[in-house]
Protein backbone atom coordinates (compact mmCIF):
# COMPACT_ATOMS: atom_id res chain seq x y z
CA UNK A 1 0.00 0.00 0.00
CA UNK A 2 1.21 3.35 -0.62
CA UNK A 3 1.61 6.68 1.85
CA UNK A 4 -1.43 8.31 -0.49
CA UNK A 5 -3.51 5.22 0.34
CA UNK A 6 -2.56 4.68 3.41
CA UNK A 7 -3.50 8.66 4.18
CA UNK A 8 -6.75 7.35 2.85
CA UNK A 9 -7.33 5.04 4.78
CA UNK A 10 -6.78 7.06 7.69
CA UNK A 11 -8.97 10.12 6.78
CA UNK A 12 -11.72 7.99 6.15
CA UNK A 13 -11.06 6.17 9.48
CA UNK A 14 -11.11 9.21 11.35
CA UNK A 15 -14.23 10.71 9.65
CA UNK A 16 -16.24 7.89 10.12
CA UNK A 17 -15.28 7.75 13.69
CA UNK A 18 -15.81 11.78 13.73
CA UNK A 19 -19.56 10.93 12.24
CA UNK A 20 -19.54 8.60 15.39
CA UNK A 21 -18.78 10.83 17.81
CA UNK A 22 -21.55 13.20 16.50
CA UNK A 23 -24.10 10.66 16.56
CA UNK A 24 -23.66 10.05 20.18
CA UNK A 25 -22.97 13.32 21.07
CA UNK A 26 -26.53 14.28 19.25
CA UNK A 27 -28.16 11.32 21.12
CA UNK A 28 -26.59 12.43 24.66
CA UNK A 29 -28.40 16.05 24.10
CA UNK A 30 -31.42 14.90 23.48
CA UNK A 31 -34.15 15.36 26.42
CA UNK A 32 -36.12 12.59 28.14
CA UNK A 33 -38.99 12.51 26.03
CA UNK A 34 -36.89 12.71 22.55
CA UNK A 35 -34.93 9.49 23.74
CA UNK A 36 -37.96 7.85 24.06
CA UNK A 37 -39.12 8.36 20.76
CA UNK A 38 -35.86 7.60 19.04
CA UNK A 39 -35.91 4.20 21.35
CA UNK A 40 -39.17 3.73 19.94
CA UNK A 41 -38.39 4.30 16.45
CA UNK A 42 -37.74 0.55 15.75
CA UNK A 43 -41.29 -0.28 17.01
CA UNK A 44 -42.72 1.82 14.86
CA UNK A 45 -41.50 0.69 11.80
CA UNK A 46 -41.94 -2.89 12.98
CA UNK A 47 -45.81 -1.73 13.13
CA UNK A 48 -45.67 0.36 9.74
CA UNK A 49 -44.34 -2.90 8.18
CA UNK A 50 -46.25 -5.37 10.10
CA UNK A 51 -49.74 -3.44 10.67
CA UNK A 52 -50.62 -0.46 8.63
CA UNK A 53 -49.64 -0.95 5.70
CA UNK A 54 -51.71 -4.23 5.35
CA UNK A 55 -54.28 -1.99 6.93
CA UNK A 56 -53.73 0.60 4.47
CA UNK A 57 -54.07 -1.86 1.53
CA UNK A 58 -57.00 -3.78 2.70
CA UNK A 59 -58.65 -0.23 3.12
CA UNK A 60 -57.93 -0.02 -0.29
CA UNK A 61 -59.17 -3.55 -1.50
CA UNK A 62 -62.56 -2.17 0.21
CA UNK A 63 -62.89 0.29 -2.10
CA UNK A 64 -62.80 -2.03 -5.14
CA UNK A 65 -65.69 -4.30 -6.51
CA UNK A 66 -65.83 -7.91 -6.62
CA UNK A 67 -64.01 -9.53 -9.72
CA UNK A 68 -64.75 -13.48 -9.47
CA UNK A 69 -64.30 -14.38 -13.00
CA UNK A 70 -61.17 -12.59 -14.05
CA UNK A 71 -57.50 -13.26 -13.37
CA UNK A 72 -57.39 -10.60 -11.01
CA UNK A 73 -59.65 -10.51 -8.62
CA UNK A 74 -59.70 -6.77 -7.02
CA UNK A 75 -62.37 -4.96 -9.47
CA UNK A 76 -62.37 -1.50 -10.43
CA UNK A 77 -62.54 1.51 -8.03
CA UNK A 78 -66.28 1.64 -6.77
CA UNK A 79 -65.39 4.22 -4.26
CA UNK A 80 -67.85 3.56 -1.33
CA UNK A 81 -70.05 1.94 -2.87
CA UNK A 82 -69.29 -1.87 -1.28
CA UNK A 83 -69.90 0.58 2.03
CA UNK A 84 -73.40 1.34 0.95
CA UNK A 85 -74.37 -1.62 -0.70
CA UNK A 86 -73.61 -3.92 2.66
CA UNK A 87 -75.15 -1.07 5.05
CA UNK A 88 -78.51 -0.63 3.08
CA UNK A 89 -78.82 -4.61 2.45
CA UNK A 90 -78.38 -4.41 -1.48
CA UNK A 91 -75.46 -6.18 -1.60
CA UNK A 92 -75.87 -9.92 -2.44
CA UNK A 93 -73.96 -11.63 0.46
CA UNK A 94 -73.75 -15.25 1.31
CA UNK A 95 -75.98 -14.59 4.58
CA UNK A 96 -78.33 -11.04 5.53
CA UNK A 97 -75.84 -8.73 6.99
CA UNK A 98 -78.80 -7.15 9.05
CA UNK A 99 -82.19 -8.88 9.23
CA UNK A 100 -84.75 -8.37 12.48
CA UNK A 101 -87.33 -10.96 10.77
CA UNK A 102 -84.20 -13.64 11.10
CA UNK A 103 -81.97 -12.33 13.93
CA UNK A 104 -80.61 -15.70 14.41
CA UNK A 105 -79.26 -16.26 10.63
CA UNK A 106 -78.48 -12.65 10.29
CA UNK A 107 -74.63 -11.77 10.64
CA UNK A 108 -74.89 -8.33 13.06
CA UNK A 109 -77.47 -9.43 15.41
CA UNK A 110 -75.35 -13.01 15.55
CA UNK A 111 -72.57 -11.24 16.63
CA UNK A 112 -74.56 -8.59 18.73
CA UNK A 113 -76.37 -11.52 20.80
CA UNK A 114 -73.61 -13.37 21.14
CA UNK A 115 -71.46 -10.50 22.21
CA UNK A 116 -73.96 -9.37 25.13
CA UNK A 117 -74.95 -12.60 26.37
CA UNK A 118 -71.28 -14.01 26.16
CA UNK A 119 -69.88 -10.88 27.95
CA UNK A 120 -72.50 -10.39 30.80
CA UNK A 121 -72.27 -13.78 31.54
CA UNK A 122 -68.91 -13.48 31.50
CA UNK A 123 -68.43 -10.78 33.80
CA UNK A 124 -71.04 -11.84 36.11
CA UNK A 125 -68.87 -15.06 36.49
CA UNK A 126 -65.23 -13.82 36.48
CA UNK A 127 -66.00 -10.93 39.57
CA UNK A 128 -67.97 -14.13 41.50
CA UNK A 129 -64.41 -15.82 40.65
CA UNK A 130 -62.67 -13.26 41.58
CA UNK A 131 -63.53 -12.37 44.48
CA UNK A 132 -64.16 -16.44 46.08
CA UNK A 133 -60.13 -16.11 45.11
CA UNK A 134 -59.39 -13.12 47.05
CA UNK A 135 -60.19 -15.01 50.27
CA UNK A 136 -57.70 -16.43 52.28
CA UNK A 137 -58.88 -20.30 52.63
CA UNK A 138 -57.32 -23.91 52.49
CA UNK A 139 -56.33 -24.98 49.07
CA UNK A 140 -56.78 -21.61 47.21
CA UNK A 141 -53.54 -21.70 45.31
CA UNK A 142 -54.93 -25.18 43.36
CA UNK A 143 -58.87 -23.69 43.41
CA UNK A 144 -57.26 -20.71 41.40
CA UNK A 145 -55.10 -23.48 39.08
CA UNK A 146 -58.55 -25.49 38.70
CA UNK A 147 -60.68 -21.86 37.46
CA UNK A 148 -58.02 -21.12 35.51
CA UNK A 149 -57.43 -24.44 33.69
CA UNK A 150 -60.52 -23.82 31.00
CA UNK A 151 -58.88 -20.88 29.95
CA UNK A 152 -55.64 -22.92 28.83
CA UNK A 153 -57.32 -25.47 27.08
CA UNK A 154 -57.19 -24.86 22.48
CA UNK A 155 -59.77 -23.42 21.03
CA UNK A 156 -60.17 -26.54 18.91
CA UNK A 157 -60.49 -28.97 21.66
CA UNK A 158 -62.74 -26.27 23.55
CA UNK A 159 -65.24 -26.77 20.32
CA UNK A 160 -64.63 -30.71 19.71
CA UNK A 161 -65.63 -30.51 23.97
CA UNK A 162 -69.41 -28.69 23.19
CA UNK A 163 -69.42 -30.30 19.69
CA UNK A 164 -69.68 -34.16 21.24
CA UNK A 165 -71.98 -32.89 23.99
CA UNK A 166 -74.19 -31.22 21.94
CA UNK A 167 -74.23 -34.30 19.27
CA UNK A 168 -78.08 -36.14 19.43
CA UNK A 169 -75.95 -39.38 18.80
CA UNK A 170 -72.99 -39.04 21.87
CA UNK A 171 -73.73 -35.77 23.67
CA UNK A 172 -75.20 -36.14 27.01
CA UNK A 173 -76.63 -32.47 26.96
CA UNK A 174 -79.43 -32.44 24.83
CA UNK A 175 -81.65 -34.84 25.92
CA UNK A 176 -82.15 -33.80 29.18
CA UNK A 177 -81.95 -30.19 27.48
CA UNK A 178 -84.44 -31.31 25.34
CA UNK A 179 -87.41 -32.06 27.58
CA UNK A 180 -86.97 -28.78 29.48
CA UNK A 181 -88.24 -27.29 26.00
CA UNK A 182 -84.58 -25.63 26.29
CA UNK A 183 -83.44 -26.64 22.76
CA UNK A 184 -84.42 -28.90 19.90
CA UNK A 185 -83.23 -32.63 19.22
CA UNK A 186 -80.95 -31.44 16.60
CA UNK A 187 -78.60 -27.99 18.49
CA UNK A 188 -76.00 -28.14 16.57
CA UNK A 189 -78.22 -27.41 12.85
CA UNK A 190 -80.44 -24.71 14.39
CA UNK A 191 -79.13 -21.41 14.15
CA UNK A 192 -81.14 -20.30 17.70
CA UNK A 193 -79.63 -23.28 19.51
CA UNK A 194 -76.45 -22.74 17.97
CA UNK A 195 -75.72 -19.76 19.33
CA UNK A 196 -77.04 -20.73 22.65
CA UNK A 197 -74.15 -23.59 22.67
CA UNK A 198 -71.35 -21.15 21.32
CA UNK A 199 -72.44 -18.58 24.32
CA UNK A 200 -72.37 -21.32 26.86
CA UNK A 201 -68.57 -23.04 25.20
CA UNK A 202 -67.24 -19.40 25.49
CA UNK A 203 -68.86 -18.45 28.88
CA UNK A 204 -67.07 -21.68 29.67
CA UNK A 205 -63.34 -20.65 28.81
CA UNK A 206 -63.38 -16.89 29.06
CA UNK A 207 -64.43 -16.74 32.49
CA UNK A 208 -61.59 -17.53 33.88
CA UNK A 209 -59.66 -14.58 31.56
CA UNK A 210 -61.83 -12.16 33.30
CA UNK A 211 -61.32 -13.47 36.90
CA UNK A 212 -57.64 -13.13 36.69
CA UNK A 213 -57.94 -9.75 35.49
CA UNK A 214 -60.55 -8.57 38.15
CA UNK A 215 -58.34 -10.33 40.76
CA UNK A 216 -55.50 -8.44 39.96
CA UNK A 217 -57.70 -5.33 40.61
CA UNK A 218 -59.06 -6.91 44.12
CA UNK A 219 -55.13 -7.52 45.10
CA UNK A 220 -54.42 -3.65 44.25
CA UNK A 221 -56.78 -2.71 46.99
CA UNK A 222 -55.53 -1.59 50.51
CA UNK A 223 -56.39 -4.34 53.12
CA UNK A 224 -56.92 -1.45 55.97
CA UNK A 225 -59.77 0.13 54.26
CA UNK A 226 -61.84 -2.82 55.11
CA UNK A 227 -60.46 -2.88 58.65
CA UNK A 228 -61.73 0.81 59.21
CA UNK A 229 -65.31 -0.42 57.79
CA UNK A 230 -64.96 -3.11 60.25
CA UNK A 231 -64.43 -0.75 62.93
CA UNK A 232 -67.06 1.87 61.39
CA UNK A 233 -69.88 -1.41 61.41
CA UNK A 234 -70.02 -1.28 57.69
CA UNK A 235 -71.82 -4.37 56.19
CA UNK A 236 -70.37 -6.77 53.79
CA UNK A 237 -72.55 -5.69 50.78
CA UNK A 238 -72.05 -1.88 51.90
CA UNK A 239 -68.03 -2.71 51.84
CA UNK A 240 -68.66 -4.23 48.37
CA UNK A 241 -70.45 -0.79 47.58
CA UNK A 242 -67.90 1.79 48.78
CA UNK A 243 -64.81 -0.18 48.32
CA UNK A 244 -64.19 -3.31 45.90
CA UNK A 245 -66.30 -2.07 43.35
CA UNK A 246 -65.27 1.43 42.88
CA UNK A 247 -61.43 0.58 43.42
CA UNK A 248 -61.56 -2.68 40.90
CA UNK A 249 -64.01 -1.28 38.21
CA UNK A 250 -61.10 0.34 36.33
CA UNK A 251 -59.99 -3.11 36.18
CA UNK A 252 -63.50 -4.62 35.22
CA UNK A 253 -63.67 -1.79 32.39
CA UNK A 254 -60.09 -3.25 30.90
CA UNK A 255 -61.34 -6.75 31.19
CA UNK A 256 -64.96 -5.74 29.57
CA UNK A 257 -63.00 -3.88 26.97
CA UNK A 258 -60.46 -6.63 25.75
CA UNK A 259 -63.79 -9.72 26.01
CA UNK A 260 -66.13 -7.36 24.12
CA UNK A 261 -63.33 -6.77 21.45
CA UNK A 262 -62.64 -10.63 21.37
CA UNK A 263 -66.16 -11.54 21.08
CA UNK A 264 -67.13 -9.00 18.33
CA UNK A 265 -64.26 -10.76 16.16
CA UNK A 266 -65.64 -14.22 17.25
CA UNK A 267 -64.74 -16.96 14.51
CA UNK A 268 -63.18 -20.50 15.38
CA UNK A 269 -65.54 -21.20 18.30
CA UNK A 270 -67.82 -20.68 16.11
CA UNK A 271 -66.59 -22.78 13.20
CA UNK A 272 -65.52 -25.71 15.79
CA UNK A 273 -68.98 -26.27 17.32
CA UNK A 274 -72.03 -25.48 14.92
CA UNK A 275 -70.38 -24.12 12.10
CA UNK A 276 -70.61 -20.90 9.83
CA UNK A 277 -73.45 -22.25 8.19
CA UNK A 278 -75.59 -22.71 11.64
CA UNK A 279 -74.30 -19.59 13.24
CA UNK A 280 -73.19 -17.22 11.00
CA UNK A 281 -71.54 -13.88 12.85
CA UNK A 282 -69.36 -11.27 11.00
CA UNK A 283 -65.92 -12.79 11.04
CA UNK A 284 -67.86 -16.01 9.69
CA UNK A 285 -69.08 -13.73 6.45
CA UNK A 286 -65.58 -11.95 6.15
CA UNK A 287 -63.89 -15.26 6.11
CA UNK A 288 -66.87 -16.49 3.85
CA UNK A 289 -66.62 -13.74 0.88
CA UNK A 290 -63.02 -14.35 1.35
CA UNK A 291 -62.92 -17.71 0.53
CA UNK A 292 -65.15 -16.66 -2.67
CA UNK A 293 -62.55 -14.25 -3.70
CA UNK A 294 -65.03 -11.40 -3.17
CA UNK A 295 -62.23 -9.51 -1.45
CA UNK A 296 -63.63 -5.79 -1.76
CA UNK A 297 -66.82 -7.29 -0.04
CA UNK A 298 -65.01 -9.29 2.54
CA UNK A 299 -62.45 -6.03 3.07
CA UNK A 300 -65.85 -3.89 3.28
CA UNK A 301 -67.42 -6.01 6.10
CA UNK A 302 -63.78 -6.37 8.32
CA UNK A 303 -63.66 -1.99 8.13
CA UNK A 304 -67.36 -2.03 9.33
CA UNK A 305 -66.23 -4.29 12.59
CA UNK A 306 -63.22 -2.25 12.64
CA UNK A 307 -65.24 0.83 12.83
CA UNK A 308 -67.63 -1.35 15.96
CA UNK A 309 -64.92 -2.00 17.84
CA UNK A 310 -63.26 1.26 17.45
CA UNK A 311 -66.76 3.15 18.90
CA UNK A 312 -66.54 0.83 21.58
CA UNK A 313 -63.26 1.26 22.54
CA UNK A 314 -63.62 5.19 22.59
CA UNK A 315 -66.66 4.39 25.04
CA UNK A 316 -64.30 2.51 26.99
CA UNK A 317 -62.29 4.97 26.87
CA UNK A 318 -64.42 7.79 28.34
CA UNK A 319 -65.50 5.47 30.98
CA UNK A 320 -61.91 5.03 32.44
CA UNK A 321 -61.21 8.72 32.05
CA UNK A 322 -64.56 9.62 33.84
CA UNK A 323 -63.31 7.40 36.73
CA UNK A 324 -59.71 8.88 36.43
CA UNK A 325 -61.53 12.40 37.48
CA UNK A 326 -63.56 11.10 39.84
CA UNK A 327 -67.11 11.42 38.18
CA UNK A 328 -68.22 8.47 38.55
Not at 244 to 271: C, D, M
Request: with cysteine.
Amino acid sequence: MSTDDRSATITGDRSRYRLDLAVLDRIERLSDTQFVYVMLLPVFALLGTMAIWPLLYTANISLHADNIVATNPVGEFVGLGNYVDILTGQANLQRPFFSLETPFTSAVPVTLLFTVGAVAVETVFGLAMALILNKEFRGRRWARVAMILPWAVPIVIQGMIFYLMFQPSVGFAVGPLNELGLISTTPLATSRDGLLIAILADVWKQSAFMALLILAGLQSIDRSLYDVADVAGASKLQQFRTITFPLVLPALLVALLFRTIGALKVYGLVEATSGCNTVPTLSCLVIGLWNGNRYGSAAAVAFIIAAVIGVLLLGYLAQLRRHERGEM
